[in-house]
């Protein structure tokens, strides 16, 4: 079964360093979106990303935050200077048309 | 916005009973119900779902039941195994293909 794939499985960065976060779709989506899981709690919607502009954000999703489909097949999400806080899962899904999501294993992301 | 709460948040049952988990949801648009099982070091993955124009809906050993007018959903998982121990979010979202609204998730423990 076609699956959504991330890397890397656990980031560790400075405090203040830029990170990105890859996401492979399942390739015949259209639809991606990142999420966020800090350890303990839920999981919160981040972005979600259609015809190579952003659908929807959050109030998380501050100006610190940016996605791009760079490829036909790479989602990334960038944070362009890392907090504390920044410390948590962060989940890639991604649907066809009228489908579901499904979601990637996540990136267990680790700031110093 | 939509908010979704979820009973209990820690279970623990004997292989072979069954397990009942709760949610509520508050936005009456509301109308598809997925239920997420997340395994350690794993993303959400859907096990089943339902739409409010059905009660009830099942899958071999798991079933959900929806009150659209209570605003109410549950999960019953019968007969249940130790490879039933996992994470389960309930989810509220207008349409299946909106964001993922995730409720606080509970954990299941299925002592063998």
């Known amino acids: 079964e076609p699956e959504v794939t991330q890397t890397p499985s656990h980031q560790v960065t400075q405090m203040g360093q830029e990170v990105i976060l890859r996401c492979v779709p399942i390739?015949?989506?259209?639809?991606f979106y990142w999420y966020r899981q800090i350890l303990g709690q839920k999981v919160e919607f981040l972005v979600s990303?259609?015809?190579?502009?952003?659908?929807?954000k959050s109030e998380i999703f501050d100006d610190q935050f940016s996605v791009e489909r760079p490829d036909g097949s790479n989602f990334t999400l960038k944070i362009r200077s890392t907090k504390l806080e920044d410390s948590a899962m962060y989940f890639c899904?991604?649907?066809?048309?009228?489908?579901?999501?499904?979601f990637g294993d996540g990136t267990r992301l680790s700031i110093l | 916005g939509e908010n979704v709460e979820q009973h209990p948040s820690t279970l623990s049952v004997q292989e072979g009973d069954s397990a009942v988990i709760k949610c509520t949801y508050s936005?009456?648009?509301?109308?598809?119900f997925p239920w997420y099982k997340q395994e350690l070091g794993k993303g959400p993955q859907l096990i089943i779902d339902?739409?409010?124009?059905?009660g009830e809906k099942k899958d071999q050993r798991i079933a959900v039941t929806l009150n659209k007018t209570a605003k109410h959903f549950s999960l019953h998982i019968t007969e249940t195994q130790p490879e039933d121990s996992a994470v389960y979010f309930c989810?509220?979202?207008?349409?299946?293909?909106?964001?993922?609204?995730f409720g606080p998730g509970t954990s299941l423990s299925v002592i063998p």
């Open positions: 990303f259609y015809n190579n502009e952003i659908s929807e």
């Open positions: 989810a509220a979202l207008k349409t299946s293909y909106d964001k993922v609204i």
């Open positions: 339902i739409r409010s124009n059905v």
């Open positions: 936005d009456s648009a509301s109308n598809y």
């Open positions: 390739s015949n989506h259209l639809y």
């Open positions: 899904a991604s649907r066809g048309r009228d489908q579901p999501q499904h």
